[in-house]
């Protein structure tokens, strides 16, 4: 079909002995969609197939491209210890959209990942692991990296993990407590 990156499907599975799936969810201004933001290394996340900027087309088979966050948010919630999420990094993204081919989990050319039920980091040494592969594609291989997507104003700093970007969320929640329902409804929305 083309020569830009192809679709992924990742079912990403919880562990036992890890705290959620290891990715951040957002948007950016003046770009539509949900992408994934920060992926902890070690995580269901990046075993899984998922990369930082992923554009997320559907949520367990549902197109999610005119929800807004919370109802994401609900979507990936809504089976307990796992989620299907449709991807499309940014060259494929733009690719697709350039073409005007609208990206769906029925489309021939998706890449299946899928995070191991067992954590395949627990004892290891090394900083990489392949997501399982569930087709006849050759595997995709993860090194951890921190990464920020600049400095401007109207950018989300993505230097910190995942997991130090919930724990900063909820203390600017907790702060929140005084706020009016219309400057929680805002706050919320640039999110």
Not at 18 to 28: P, T
Not at 81 to 104: F, M
């Amino acid at each position: 079909m083309s020569d830009a990156p192809r679709p992924r499907l990742c079912h990403l599975r919880k562990w036992p002995d890890f705290d959620g799936y290891g990715f951040s969810l957002h948007a950016e201004a003046g770009r539509a969609g949900h992408y994934v933001g920060a992926v902890d290394p070690r995580s269901p996340a990046e075993a899984g197939g998922l990369l930082q900027d992923d554009r997320i087309v559907e949520v367990n088979g549902v197109n999610v491209v005119n929800e807004n966050h919370s109802q994401v948010v609900e979507r990936i919630k809504s089976v307990v210890s796992e989620a299907k999420l449709l991807v499309v990094d940014r060259e494929g993204d733009a690719d697709y959209q350039q073409k005007k081919i609208p990206v769906t989990g029925g489309m021939d050319d998706v890449l299946h990942r899928e995070t191991p039920i067992a954590n395949p980091y627990s004892g290891r040494q090394d900083d990489a692991v392949e997501s399982y592969n569930t087709s006849s594609d050759p595997p995709v291989s993860h090194n951890t990296a921190t990464c920020s997507t600049g400095g401007q104003d109207n950018k989300l700093e993505l230097s910190s993990s995942a997991k130090e970007a919930r724990e900063k969320m909820k203390k600017r929640f907790d702060k929140s407590a005084d706020m009016t329902l219309k400057d929680k409804y805002n706050l919320l929305q640039k999110l």
